[in-house]
């Protein structure tokens, strides 16, 4: 076989049934043995590379396995590169091939050539660049198994045409069980148990390494045996249920009150699978200024970035929360639980309107009809936050977006990627105007494949996020974020070749989204956009300004 050929053989030895690309001229040979091995491995053709990367991104955040994008050299490549930040930032096992002009042409500024290994070296867990077709077996499964190790990344292969081309023998080998997990010190762990029995108000405060480690359970038995309130990140919604009595809800700039004065007044702050970024910790010499703070993360430079901690456990959360439970004392703490009551009958609550289309409207209505099976995708903006605020998240990797990186153009390409993994359960895309201007290309992949992709877009005719900033912090001076823009979602919908519909209060919302539930189960088009007409003043409540502690909330 060439080395095509070995590529195909080795994705397919690595468990890979579905990838997502765009062909191009430094990939003809791939995409050739591609075309003959189409029984065996699906390759998704996407409207725009970078829309490609999102989609294996979702296809990987949904199901827990390493996503694979393919892309052609030059700006095949680049547009490669948000996506794989997008990955970089949220930890997300991705795995991208790109090609190349061939070995002699390289560094010759050949017709689409550019050095895509140095590009996005910064943004991921490691680069390959395969110069000879030997190489080629022992790097595709290197990269898979480093895409997965520790904290979870994306990981480029470059490889150049003439290497794709070359003859090459393929010697199959067993698929690696994956390595092994890495416990806490036991020394360490008894440590922090003996600080979590001592405790009268902790915390434990979790983020997406806590769903990566499929350590949701453990997190769960903990708070229910010694009584402790937890909150969580934007990127681990749904890892406690959102009904749960011990989830205390989202932290952070626009989490709730509750939360945030629970993490403020904590004697004991444990910190899973987070990385106490600016969004969390927004003035790291008030975060939590009186617990003894213990962070337990996979990776070791997380510790002491952003916020100087007490203590720390290097290691995989699974395999500390197994080891740190036993070690616990079942308690009660009525004191510190009355105390969380107190603040949560003061959280924000907005008001229901029946005349006209509030966003945490929207957000319940979706979660009532969609049940518990929903995926929620999101781009980003102020819809994310409603999202995260008023969904219903009841389940670990049914919401996903960029939390990182704050990729607006995510959601389409990620929807997509989760739906062909997603086996029937809708999937609903949550967006606004200002995102779906950036990926709405991929509306074509939407109905090529007749994927269940519900496309919810919060339309308030202006760029609401940074308009809410200008509101607060500008004094009101809105540059360039009312673009004034006249598309008709309705007729781009219809267009595209699914139903468009179009909403301005809660009832005509509801018997819309209940005919798009009805179309994702159906034999027709199975995707479609609801277009929410909202006021351009609704905020993203509550907020702490940049800098700021919850002794700087803003609730109105």
Request: hydrophobic letters at 45%.
């Amino acid at each position: 076989m060439n080395g095509s050929e070995l590529l195909v053989e080795l994705l397919l030895e690595q468990g890979v049934t579905r990838i997502f690309g765009y062909p191009g001229g430094a990939v003809l040979n791939i995409f050739d043995a591609l075309y003959r091995y189409q029984d065996k491995l699906q390759c998704v053709l996407t409207a725009h590379e970078q829309g490609a990367s999102h989609a294996a991104d979702g296809y990987a955040r949904l199901t827990g396995r390493t996503g694979v994008v393919l892309a052609t050299s030059g700006p095949g490549a680049t547009n490669l590169v948000t996506g794989i930040a997008t990955a970089f930032m949220d930890s997300v096992p991705l795995v991208a091939i790109t090609g190349n002009v061939g070995t002699s042409l390289i560094g010759r500024d050949s017709f689409q050539e550019v050095y895509i290994a140095g590009i996005t070296m910064p943004v991921t867990k490691h680069n390959f660049v395969v110069r000879h077709v030997e190489e080629l077996a022992g790097v595709v499964r290197a990269a898979f198994a480093i895409a997965q190790e520790g904290r979870k990344g994306p990981v480029l292969i470059d490889i150049p045409k003439d290497v794709s081309a070359m003859p090459c023998a393929y010697t199959p080998l067993p698929l690696a069980t994956g390595t092994a997990k890495r416990p806490g010190s036991p020394r360490a762990v008894a440590r922090v148990a003996e600080v979590l029995n001592a405790a009268r108000q902790p915390v434990i405060y979790f983020g997406g390494g806590v769903q990566a480690a499929g350590a949701g359970d453990l997190l769960l038995a903990l708070c229910q045996k010694a009584d402790i309130p937890a909150t969580h990140t934007l990127m681990a919604a749904g890892v406690l249920g959102c009904d749960e009595a011990h989830n205390l809800g989202l932290i952070g700039m626009h989490g709730n009150l509750t939360a945030n004065k629970a993490v403020h007044e904590a004697d004991v702050l444990l910190i899973a699978g987070a990385r106490l970024s600016d969004r969390v910790a927004l003035n790291p010499a008030k975060f939590a200024p009186n617990a003894k703070k213990i962070h337990v993360d996979v990776d070791a430079a997380e510790i002491d970035k952003n916020v100087r901690v007490d203590d720390s456990i290097v290691g995989d959360v699974q395999e500390i929360f197994a080891q740190l439970l036993p070690l616990t004392e079942e308690k009660r703490r009525p004191a510190w639980a009355e105390r969380i009551a107190a603040w949560k009958s003061h959280d924000y609550s907005p008001k229901d309107d029946a005349t006209r289309l509030r966003p945490h409207q929207i957000m319940r209505g979706i979660s009532r009809l969609a049940g518990e099976d929903a995926i929620y995708v999101t781009d980003v903006g102020q819809h994310q936050l409603w999202a995260a605020q008023y969904a219903r998240h009841l389940r670990p990797r049914h919401f996903l977006t960029s939390g990182g990186l704050g990729t607006m153009g995510f959601g389409y390409g990620a929807a997509i990627g989760a739906a062909l993994a997603a086996c029937g359960r809708p999937v609903v895309h949550i967006t606004s105007d200002g995102s779906l201007h950036m990926n709405m290309n991929e509306a074509c992949t939407a109905v090529r494949y007749n994927v269940p992709v519900i496309t919810v877009i919060f339309n308030n005719a202006v760029l609401g996020m940074v308009r809410q900033w200008q509101t607060v912090f500008y004094g009101g001076r809105y540059a360039c974020t009312d673009p004034q823009r006249k598309s008709d979602y309705v007729k781009l919908a219809e267009g595209f070749g699914m139903p468009g519909f179009r909403c301005a209060n809660p009832a005509e919302f509801e018997a819309a989204f209940a005919q798009a539930l009805a179309n994702a189960r159906g034999d027709g088009p199975r995707c479609c956009w609801i277009e929410c007409l909202i006021d351009k003043d609704e905020k993203v409540l509550p907020m702490i300004p940049a800098g700021g502690s919850v002794e700087d909330m803003m609730m109105d």
